[in-house]
Every structure is written in C-alpha cells, then in structure tokens.
C-alpha cells in the first residue's frame, strides 16, 4: 500500500458522525483537546525515551571495557526519571481534571430529558413543567442547537453507557441511581451513538440517534411528537384494530388509543423515525414487517416476542406503524 492512500484511510477514521475526533459541541471539544494533549505529551516521551536509549546504546559500546558508571551519576539520572514522570504524570491528570467539568454544567433550570437504558434499546422522556405536554419517544434524540440540555441519565435493568462521540464523553447509566450529562450540539446534524457499558447478548444493537436541529425545526418536532396518534384509514386502521387485539398493546403505548403497555418502546409516532430495533434496520415498511414476523431472529434475546399474525395481518400492521408519524 502507497504511503498516501494510507494516511488518507488512516485520517478518514477521524471524521464522521460517530468520532470523538470530529467534535461537535463544547464537551466534545474539551475532550478532543485533551486527547490531542496526551498523544503530543506521549509522543514527546515516547521519542524521549527512545532517544536516550539510543544514546545509552551507543555510548556503552564505544566505552572502554572495565570502566563502569560511578552510582553518583547513575543515582542522579534515576532521579530525574523520577522526577519528570511525576511531573508529566501530575500535569496530565490535572488536565483531565480540568476536563472533566465540561460533560456535566449542572445548571439547575436547563432543560431536561430522562434517558433511561433498556435491554436492548433507549427510552427518551421530554419532561414538561405541563404533564400534559410530556412524552416519550425511543432511540432518536432530537436537540435544539446552541442551547445546553441537560440528561438525567437512569437505568432499569442492568448498566448502560450512554456514548455519542462528536457530543460528549461516555456516562454510565447505573440502576438505582441518577446520573448526569449536558449535551450541546455547535451545529445542526445527525450523530450517532452507542452504548459503551456491555449490557447482555444485544449490546453491539443498542445504537442512537441525536438529531441536532435549529429551534424552530426542534419547535415543530417538539409539537408533532406532543400530540396523539393522529386517525388513520385504510389499510392502517385494518393494522390498528389488528394492533390492538394482539398483545401488541400490552407491551406498547399509542397515545390517542387505548395502547398502554410501558414494557417496549413507545409508538406513538414510531414513524417518524430513521431506524428500528436501536440502530438495527432502516425504518421502511419492509423491516417493520420483518421485525414483527421474526424478532428473535433479528435481534436474537429482546424482550419481543413472536407474535403469531397472518401475512395479510402482517401488512396491515406495517401499514399502520408507517402511518404514525
Ligand atoms: Cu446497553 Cu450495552
């Protein structure tokens, strides 16, 4: 391979929308810096160290045989390894401490959303001072941009990580306790994340999505999501009515039906969604039917069961989860 088609591979594994090398917001910059910090102090040591021994190499075979280092200048040059480490080593993890205060800016009044870490997906709750105006949504995160938003960050089985790499560092979420972290996107986009705790079987399939939107995009969101599953005809109402006499309803909220379950991911507007099953499938008509015919296979362990419907069923179910936008 050709020196350059190297680097440029090499470099291209810094940009995207899932690097913590391609910042996106304050938090992740402080974190960019500070990685670019310890690859220069390092590379400095490295080369250092390096060039010393080099030194030491060169310098023992050109010595005259039987003539050994006195310990005087042996016990001051282990003192000064000594001491620069500590000194290298001090300055970095203040750095890091210096660092670490940009994830979470803890003000009490911004706005806050609950993400609490599911087997194997993410439930967002948009709290409102309004209860009216609560909800709920999973695995896509909308955010206005420029503006702090604060993430109180739970979990209700097993430990998660909540990890979007352009936005901010990683952040545990711990079962029976609260944590937190400020997101800020600088600029509007998509941003993947991950999570970064190993949390059962389907951990690689527990992927999001923070769209990061100018506020009256964030706004007209925010009011479509608010609101209840709009009517549907057709073909979707046959797939609501088939919805709702399946099990489907017990483990999954509609709000505007009598869906009510809370053990899955709310659908309210399921359709307005990229993916499916946390990162696992676009969302077309074609995935959300093959999801429903066989989700053990796709995502083998979720808690969804298989339900047993009718190929006409099938599609009819699609039609409707398509339809809540
Ligand atoms: Cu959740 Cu890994």
Same mark, same amino acid.
């Given at each position: 391979?050709?020196?350059?088609?190297?680097?440029v591979l090499f470099l291209s594994g810094c940009a995207g929308r899932q690097s913590a090398?391609?910042?996106?917001?304050?938090?992740?910059?402080?974190?960019?810096?500070?990685?670019?910090?310890?690859?220069?102090?390092?590379?400095?040591?490295?080369?250092?160290?390096?060039?010393?021994?080099?030194?030491? =190499?060169? #310098?023992?075979?050109?010595? @005259? /045989?039987?003539?050994?280092?006195?310990?005087?200048s042996m016990g001051r040059v282990v003192a000064g390894a000594i001491v620069a480490t500590f000194v290298v080593i001090t300055f970095l993890t203040a750095a890091s401490f210096?660092?670490?205060?940009? =994830?979470? #800016?803890?003000?009490?009044? @911004? /706005?806050?959303?609950?993400?609490?870490?599911?087997?194997?997906?993410?439930?967002?709750?948009?709290?409102?001072?309004?209860?009216a105006k609560s909800f709920q949504t999973a695995n896509e995160l909308h955010i206005p941009v420029g503006t702090d938003i604060r993430l109180r960050l739970e979990a209700s089985d097993v430990i998660h990580s909540f990890w979007v790499p352009n936005l901010t560092g990683k952040q545990d979420l711990v079962p029976g306790r609260e944590n937190a972290l400020t997101l800020h996107a600088s600029k509007p986009g998509v941003y993947r994340g991950q999570c970064?705790?190993?949390?059962?079987?389907?951990?690689?399939?527990?992927?999001?999505l923070v769209v990061?939107?100018?506020?009256?995009?964030?706004?007209r969101w925010l009011a479509a999501q608010r609101a209840a599953a709009a009517p549907v005809d057709g073909e979707a109402a046959a797939g609501k009515l088939v919805f709702m006499s399946k099990p489907c309803a017990a483990c999954h909220t509609i709000r505007g039906t009598e869906a009510s379950g809370t053990t899955g991911p709310d659908l309210t507007h399921i359709g307005s969604r990229s993916t499916i099953g946390a990162g696992l499938l676009e969302n077309t008509r074609g995935s959300i039917a093959a999801w429903i015919?066989?989700?053990?296979?796709?995502?083998?362990?979720?808690?969804?069961?298989?339900?047993?419907?009718?190929?006409?069923?099938?599609?009819?179910?699609?039609?409707?989860?398509?339809?809540?936008?």
């Amino acid at each position: 391979m050709k020196i350059a088609p190297a680097c440029v591979l090499f470099l291209s594994g810094c940009a995207g929308r899932q690097s913590a090398l391609d910042a996106g917001g304050p938090s992740a910059s402080a974190l960019e810096n500070l990685i670019f910090l310890f690859v220069a102090v390092c590379s400095i040591v490295f080369v250092l160290v390096m060039g010393v021994m080099a030194w030491a =190499l060169l #310098r023992a075979r050109n010595q @005259t /045989p039987g003539r050994p280092q006195t310990e005087r200048s042996m016990g001051r040059v282990v003192a000064g390894a000594i001491v620069a480490t500590f000194v290298v080593i001090t300055f970095l993890t203040a750095a890091s401490f210096y660092a670490t205060p940009s =994830l979470d #800016r803890g003000q009490a009044n @911004t /706005p806050t959303i609950v993400v609490r870490g599911q087997q194997w997906w993410w439930q967002f709750i948009y709290l409102d001072p309004d209860p009216a105006k609560s909800f709920q949504t999973a695995n896509e995160l909308h955010i206005p941009v420029g503006t702090d938003i604060r993430l109180r960050l739970e979990a209700s089985d097993v430990i998660h990580s909540f990890w979007v790499p352009n936005l901010t560092g990683k952040q545990d979420l711990v079962p029976g306790r609260e944590n937190a972290l400020t997101l800020h996107a600088s600029k509007p986009g998509v941003y993947r994340g991950q999570c970064a705790e190993f949390c059962g079987l389907q951990h690689s399939h527990m992927a999001l999505l923070v769209v990061a939107e100018e506020p009256e995009d964030y706004a007209r969101w925010l009011a479509a999501q608010r609101a209840a599953a709009a009517p549907v005809d057709g073909e979707a109402a046959a797939g609501k009515l088939v919805f709702m006499s399946k099990p489907c309803a017990a483990c999954h909220t509609i709000r505007g039906t009598e869906a009510s379950g809370t053990t899955g991911p709310d659908l309210t507007h399921i359709g307005s969604r990229s993916t499916i099953g946390a990162g696992l499938l676009e969302n077309t008509r074609g995935s959300i039917a093959a999801w429903i015919a066989d989700p053990q296979t796709l995502k083998p362990g979720n808690n969804m069961p298989l339900v047993p419907v009718t190929s006409e069923e099938l599609r009819q179910l699609s039609a409707y989860m398509r339809e809540l936008q």
